[in-house]
């Protein structure tokens, strides 16, 4: 192999797709849903998992809450006020459901909303 080839191999043409910031924010959606899903669908005698799924999904939207209310967000101002919204719907219904007094699919009918509005073309 000569030079010439041995640059092409090394250095050539990267196959890894340029990911977004709004795929990448979908990809931590999609794996902290899937993770909720596969709690709610687990035996009832697996209480731990489904407290893992809801603390991984009550964290990212405390991590959303806390972004949408800096003021260097540059995200429209009503649509930073309905993702903050949101985050505290999911605070209390998590509490809730760990409770067992509500349903987890509340949480991942709010989870999926927002992955179908992140996979719009913007």
């Known amino acids: 192999m000569n030079v010439t080839l041995r640059a092409i191999s090394a250095y050539g043409k990267n ?6 910031n709004r795929g990448i924010e979908y990809e931590v959606f999609a794996r902290v849903t899937r993770s909720l899903t596969a709690a709610r669908n687990a035996d009832v005698t697996d209480f731990p998992k ?20 800096d003021v260097e967000n540059a995200l429209p101002k009503m649509l930073r006020a309905q993702i903050f919204y949101l985050a505290e719907f999911v605070n209390v219904h998590t509490s809730k459901a760990l409770a067992g007094n509500a349903p987890v699919s ?17």
């Open 50 to 69: 489904l407290v893992e799924a809801l603390h991984a999904n009550r964290q990212l939207w405390n991590i959303l809450a806390a972004d949408v209310a």
């Open 106 to 122: 509340a949480l991942l009918d709010v989870n999926l909303a927002v992955m179908r509005g992140l996979s719009l073309k913007g």
């Open 15 to 20: 196959n890894t797709p340029l990911r977004t």
